[in-house]
């Protein structure tokens, strides 16, 4: 194996994951290694935004990395990795979720924190090699931050992310962290798009106990912006996504600012599901307070599958 060694996140990028990508990227090179950001998709309406505002160039997408060394960013498990990834030779992996089920035949590099955001790491990490971080590169990572807390809302934020932020606005020169996080959520708000395209932009798959379970997630600034056919449409594409071999596909429509989300599901076994997440039965699935999938929505039903 030769050549530049990849660094990779997870499958359906968000903001969190691109830039984290090109963040290490950095962090390896600054250290003496080769490497090479890369995406498994092509950015997402807010990653777009974020890309433009500070002039950075999206990572190349790949979709195999046999014969490749990997990093990972922002993700551990098989699920969202590329099919051929076990031809693959992992070198390191950056992540602030739980670990996953990837497996090495050789020692790792691995930094895994329970934060908010990837790139809170990745801002500690830079501190602690003494690699500087370029101004475009902080602003992108803040604005990762604030999208993967939602504006520090999120039950995952920790002050960790918070003095982070604070310290790439100062190398950024953002002064106003807040106005610019909402700019990047009406970017996110964006709904100009197919219905499948929607539910896809931020989704993941889960093996919870043998069962595959997907789990999207769109953050909005109104749930105002989700009119009834659009939720119809969408609840068409959980049908036709659990269709392809998954026991249940959800979709959390979040409300940033009334802190809520609202469960659109299609599933082998509702009660389960509505029971894991405190949803009621009918009407609507309105699940107060519920901001993150990583730590309000995966757990409990990891939990329930067990």
């Known amino acids: 194996m030769t050549g530049s060694a990849l660094v990779l996140g997870h499958k359906n990028p968000d903001t969190d994951s691109i830039v984290a990508a090109l963040a290490a990227t950095n962090l390896y090179r600054g250290r003496g290694i080769d490497a090479t950001a890369a995406a498994q998709g092509d950015p997402a309406p807010e990653t777009e ?27 551990s498990d098989l699920a969202q990795a590329p099919a ?20 090495s035949d050789a020692p790792l590099e691995c930094f895994i924190a329970p934060y908010g955001c990837s790139n809170t790491i990745l801002k500690r990490l830079h501190d602690y090699f003494k690699v500087e971080i370029p101004a475009p590169l902080a602003g992108a990572m803040l604005c990762a931050i604030l999208s993967d807390t939602v504006l520090f809302k999120s039950p995952t934020c ?13 190398i950024a020169g953002i002064a106003d962290p807040t106005a610019l996080g909402m700019e990047m959520f009406k970017a996110k708000s964006n709904l100009d798009a197919p219905a499948r395209d929607l539910v896809m932009r931020d989704f993941k798959d889960f093996d919870m106990n043998g069962r595959k379970v997907g789990i999207g997630q769109l953050e909005l600034l109104s749930l105002d912006l989700v009119s009834a056919d659009l939720r119809q449409r969408l609840q068409q594409e959980l049908d036709a996504l659990r269709g392809e071999g998954r026991h249940s596909a959800l979709l959390v429509l979040t409300d940033i600012m009334k802190e809520g989300s609202l469960l659109l599901l299609s599933s082998d076994d509702e ?10 039965a009918s009407g609507e699935r309105w699940l107060p307070g519920v901001m993150s999938r990583k730590k309000q929505v995966v757990p409990p039903l990891q939990q329930a599958f067990k």
């Open 84 to 103: 051929d990834f076990g031809e693959a030779t992992l070198l390191g992996i950056i992540d602030h979720h739980k670990l996953g089920d990837v497996t």
């Open 271 to 280: 009660g389960t599901v509505l029971g894991a997440l405190g949803a009621p």
């Open 158 to 170: 920790t002050k960790a992310d918070q003095e982070a932020a604070a310290d790439l606005a100062k």
């Open 49 to 75: 935004f974020v890309l433009k505002r500070f002039g950075l160039a999206a990572p190349k997408v790949v979709t195999s990395v046999a014969g490749q060394r990997v990093y990972l960013v922002d993700y």
